[in-house]
């Protein structure tokens, strides 16, 4: 995101401040990590899926529920809460493929209110900028052993 601060240091702080209102939204950190996590495997971005499995994890993220995002369906370790967004994350963040289907909309209304709904959209928005931020310019995951 270097690149990005010193070309262009108002786009960044926009989306500095979109972060701020998903941060301070009310959603669970836990499951903010997870949106993030999931959405960027979806993206195949490499630098946000190393920040975020990193970040899930100082919250006292398991690893097999890291492990195991990428075919949470078939995974036992999530609430039906968690379901929710993560199918919501999948759909948004695959939003010209089907758009967000009634069934998964309903699925998330069945555990969050209108306002919470909105801000799990903002927090996959966000994070599908950053991913495409990232990956735009050029962006990896550390080279560590």
Not at 34 to 60: E, P, V, W, Y
Not at 105 to 116: L, P, S
Not at 117 to 140: H, Q
Request: hydrophobic letters at 45%.
């Amino acid at each position: 995101m270097q690149a990005i601060r010193e070309a262009n240091p108002e786009a960044f702080h926009a989306m500095l401040h979109m972060e701020k209102y998903v941060k301070e939204s009310g959603v669970e950190p836990k499951w903010l990590e997870l949106i993030k996590i999931r959405a960027s495997q979806l993206n195949g971005c490499a630098f946000c899926l190393d920040m975020h499995t990193k970040d899930a994890r100082k919250l006292g993220e398991t690893e097999q529920r890291i492990y195991l995002l990428n075919v949470w369906r078939e995974a036992a370790v999530y609430s039906e809460a968690e379901r929710a967004i993560l199918a919501l994350t999948e759909a948004v963040t695959l939003i010209a493929d089907r758009g967000v289907p009634e069934d998964v909309y309903a699925q998330v209304r069945a555990h969050f209110d209108e306002k919470q709904t909105v801000s799990l959209i903002m927090a996959i928005n966000v994070i599908n900028s950053w991913n495409r931020l990232a990956i735009s310019t050029g962006m990896t995951a550390p080279a560590q052993l």
